[in-house]
């Protein structure tokens, strides 16, 4: 059977170039059809010409309390970007200038792309949950934030195609074959190449390697505040932009967060060192908007510094959402209980909090990461 | 004056005959004792002449260590990540500790990570993939259905667009590690693209197979979907379900991901959940706000797919000192290039000023990682080591500055230019750039 088949293959081949026969290649009869539903499920991404786009529509007012509340903890109230979080607004007519600054509407081409990603991939830690008119409101928004759009202005499938990208025009195709390889393949100079040879710049000027003492975590040290957002690339480094690349959150200074706490009670969990250990672990998961620990700030969450026992909703100079507050205010008060039953499902248990956290499912994670915060002074 | 025209001096010349080069390593060696080797004139070595404890008992059993780690003396060989380049660790990257390394294959549980969502855990039995859009026949595929295919074993290197990208407008970062270290190479056990989208049938694409594209997505939450080029995705790519002889890692898009030699790493997808033939680009997040070339009047470059030859030294450097001082000395370090193999690699220890031919250890290999070495007979005076590649295109890596006169000090990716380390005299090396 899979013989005679191969023979076929085999005559097809000689009797054509293989690239202009892909309808005589062989095939294998493996997997199965892709059904209707299941397509409809995964083919979710937007196309430039709006193909794929559902139908409805959302407004820049629904969007700006979606953002709020589901954004605006890493992209800001006005979608200016917290700490290294990116930036969606501002940044126009900064592309030819050192340091551009790259955001929806100084950078993005085409508004399918926000749309796409924020409906595929956000928010960050719950991809995925936001509804169609939902998306379509937080895009208005982020249109609305960078000023192309008026604050009565509602985005939908309609007159998706209407908006205008002001840097729709800024991207050629990568051209490297016509202005870089003709240059850079002549035959190479080995003697005497060049007379001078003197160092024009040093990396330890800026002293912003890690620490590479210890584990991966030593890595990461200090922060620039510039450092742009959601990139793996650094504020350049010559000497003009070094001090903005080297400028540091100022050094928190310990203030009394934890007064509020009362001392460590009864037995604490951070006694077992190798729960802390396995906390320390799961924090990772946590340390992206929280901090703990001598110096903690508030972040784009609230310092973790004594949690257990504090009532919700607490922390001096954090922004809490309404709902936080609330439930703080009815009497929760954060103990292995109630952290365990917040962390299995955030936005169950307190519904619209800000934290964009998919949560920890797992108990054994929870009570771990606890030993680790009171371990570190929670 | 003086110390420019001693920095253009090169500490050996080119015509270093093998007779000079063993006399002058045993002068060298016996002025610069390491730490426990013994001399005629000194006390025997304890560790000769004294019984050692694990001369005497036991090691571990055969049981101790079912799958290992490197012995713990070498717990410093490990990725590290740059904690102020990214708002958190999640969608972050860390770097391959090339400094350490030798040979061309890239341990696995080094080798650098770069996730949009965090490296999630996806069993073989919750695995689908699915080839969809203008095809003949959508289909999906178990992970067991992509087993019995024929698959082929390749090896090539994976680097991040943005690996240098640190180093655009200057010496920045302190180590190959962290300017280099976005990179790694392995050999891939896996199915060609080709193979699959056959299976599903591209006969009604005709001739029509130029302007079509793949759109490739993950199972993550950042799907961090990209477009491919058909032409590319029939010519070499793999959807792999092994690397280096197994499964892989987590970190690294377990159970399958999608291989696509010399090209930016960004579009090897993990994780991999569909493949889409379209008639355009998604133009999705990852290829128009991110991983686009910004030159200096503000225009960026986009589908700048393909990385450009590349190299460094990876010892000596800024995390490889010299502590044995002068005398034999060997430099050595990595060259790739997404356009072909790399045919050779030139060295300067004066800045660039004078260059010699590299030894390489193997013949290039397409698409893969090269290692070099230069063995000098080192006269403890100052360097400036800088490495040059050539592929097998005729392309030299150019300068930074020379990148730089092109493309402007706002690129961010596909940072190709030459490095320079300079080495003192104590042996500590430390990142710079020089006058071109």
Redesign the interface.
Known sequence: MSKCRRNLTLAALLAAPL??T??M????N??????PA??KA??V?????GKNLPEGSGSVSDGESLFADKCAA?HGDFAEGV????KLAGGADT??R???V?T?GS????L??VW??AH??MP??D??TLTVDETYAIVAYILYSNDLVEDDFVLSKENFLDVKMPNAD???????PT???P????A?????????????????V?N???D?EG??DS??????AD?P??????T???EG?SAE?MAQDAPAAAEETAAAAPAATQETLDADPALVAAGEKVF??C???HQVGDGAKNKVGPVLNGLIGRQAGTVDGFKYSKSMKQHGEDGLVWNEETVQAYLADPKGYIPKNKMSFAGLKKADDVKAVLAYIESQGG | MD??ER??TPATGTGFSRRGFLRAGAAAGAMAAGAGAARADQQPDPLITEVQSWAQGWGDGVDATPYGLPIEFES?V?????????????????FTPIHALDGTITPTGCAFE?H??GAIELKKEDYRL????LVD??????YE?LE??PRENRTYFLE?A?NS???????????AQ?TQG?IHNMQYSGIPL?TLL??????N?G?K?KDKWV?A?GAD???N?RSIPLEKA?DDCLVAIKANGEALRKEHGYPVRLVVPGWEGNMWVKWL??L?V?D?A????EE???Y?D?L???????????M?AKSVVTSPS??MPIKHGKGPLVITGIAWSGRGAITKV?VSI??????QEARLAEPGVDKAMSRFYLDIDWDGSEM?LQS?A?DA??????TKD?LRA?RG??S??HNNGIQTW?VKENGES???????
Not at chain 1, 183 to 186: I, V
Not at chain 1, 229 to 234: F, K, L, P, R
Not at chain 2, 350 to 355: L, S, V
């Open positions: 690239l202009a892909p309808a290649a062989e095939t294998y493996l997997g199965r059809p892709a059904l299941e397509m995964w083919t991404e937007v196309f430039p010409d890493c700490d290294n979080w990116p592309l030819a050192k340091d551009p790259k929806v950078y993005f081409p085409y399918s792309t796409d990603y595929r991939s960050f830690g991809a995925q800024g991207f050629i195709v990568d051209d490297r202005t870089e390889y240059l850079f393949s002549k190479a100079c080995m003697t005497d190449c060049k007379k001078d040879v003197h160092i024009t710049m040093k990396a330890t800026l912003v390697t890690p590479q584990g991966e890595a990461a040290a200090d922060t620039p450092a957002a959601d990139t793996v690339v650094a350049a480094a010559s932009a690349a990772k998961k340390k992206a908007c | 110390e420019k920095h253009a410093d490990i990725r590290r990540n740059v904690g102020w380049l990214t708002a958190d660790v999640i969608s972050s990257i860390n770069r949009h969502s699915m080839i969809n859009g026949k959508p289909l999906v595929f178990t259905d019995r295919f991040c943005a990208g640190m180093e655009w407008a200057g010496a920045q970062l302190n180590g962290f976005m080709r056959e299976e599903a049938g591209i006969t694409l001739d197979i759109y997505e939450a950042s799907s979907g029939l959940r569909r889409e379209t355009e998604v133009q999705s997040r128009t706000s991110k686009t910004t200096a009047n503000g225009i960026s470059r986009k589908w700048t797919w393909v450009d800024p995390q030139d004066d800045g660039g000023a004078n260059w400036f040059r050539t295109t005729g392309y030299v890596q150019p020379a092109i000090e706002n961010v990716y300079w430390e990142n710079v750039e020089v006058s071109s």
